[in-house]
């Protein structure tokens, strides 16, 4: 079975603090996500990657930053958080093909942003 | 624009009551149709995934539907259990720029099964 982990389930910040949320994937997938889901708004992709050291900005990449220095690992930076950070993170992994394969999900993480 | 309408909202159904969900999308071109299941607190985990000219797949008591040409999706669950109780969201890929592919989410249905 693909497994998609993330370093968090919960994670608390203030205003200001760099945030790393880790996402980890043990099934040699090419492509990797970020998503955060809002109330209201559902998934929105933030960045993605198709190859180590490669990322493209998704639909709202403002206020964040990525580093894919292993096949396996996805890393998304928040460099000063802000309150309306405050979300659902989501990471996926899924085969080449951007779109056209299954996405893995791992389980999320809650950031709050205080 | 290239949009994703799920309806209902939220549902709310009976144990071993059957129900339907849909989906309906103005994204153009299309690739593909996916319906996810995504319980509290965790990551979506697909159901299904329909391509331009498949009209029903079935996933044990999930069967998904497609019509193109009226760019409508259902998701039919029989006879739903607790463990049903979760948020239902379709998506749509639609072809992109360069070949690449875009993915465009629903809001979700969100089902409770009470017993």
């Known amino acids: 079975d693909v497994k998609v982990t993330q370093s968090s389930r919960y994670l608390v910040k203030r205003t200001g603090e760099k945030v790393f949320l880790e996402c980890v994937q043990d099934?040699?997938?090419?492509?990797m996500f970020w998503y955060r889901q809002d109330p209201g708004l559902g998934l929105r992709l933030i960045y993605f990657?198709?190859?180590?050291?490669?990322?493209e900005k998704g639909d709202i990449p403002e206020g964040y930053s990525v580093s894919r220095e292993k096949k396996e690992r996805f890393s998304l930076i928040l460099e000063s958080a802000s309150t309306n950070q405050t979300s659902m993170y989501l990471c996926?992994?899924?085969?080449?093909?951007?779109?056209?394969?299954?996405?893995?999900f791992g389980p999320g993480t809650r950031l709050t942003v205080t | 624009k290239n949009q994703v309408e799920q309806s209902p909202q939220s549902l709310i159904i009976l144990e071993g009551k059957n129900c339907t969900l849909q989906?309906?999308?103005?994204?153009?071109?299309?690739?593909?149709l996916r319906w996810y299941k995504q319980d509290t607190g965790r990551g979506p985990v697909s159901l299904t995934i329909?391509?331009?000219s498949e009209n029903t797949k079935s996933n044990g008591r999930y069967t998904a539907t497609l019509d193109a040409d009226t760019k409508q999706s259902s998701l039919h669950i029989t006879a739903s259990q607790l463990s049903d109780s979760a948020s239902y969201i379709c998506?749509?890929?639609?072809?992109?720029?360069?070949?690449?592919?875009?993915?465009?989410w629903g809001l979700g249905t969100s089902l409770a099964v009470n017993p």
């Open positions: 990657s198709y190859d180590v050291k490669m990322k």
């Open positions: 989906c309906n999308y103005t994204v153009s071109p299309f690739s593909n």
């Open positions: 099934m040699d997938h090419e492509n």
């Open positions: 998506v749509v890929i639609m072809y992109n720029a360069g070949n690449n592919r875009k993915l465009i």
């Open positions: 996926a992994s899924s085969r080449p093909g951007q779109g056209a394969r299954e996405q893995y």
């Open positions: 329909m391509t331009f």
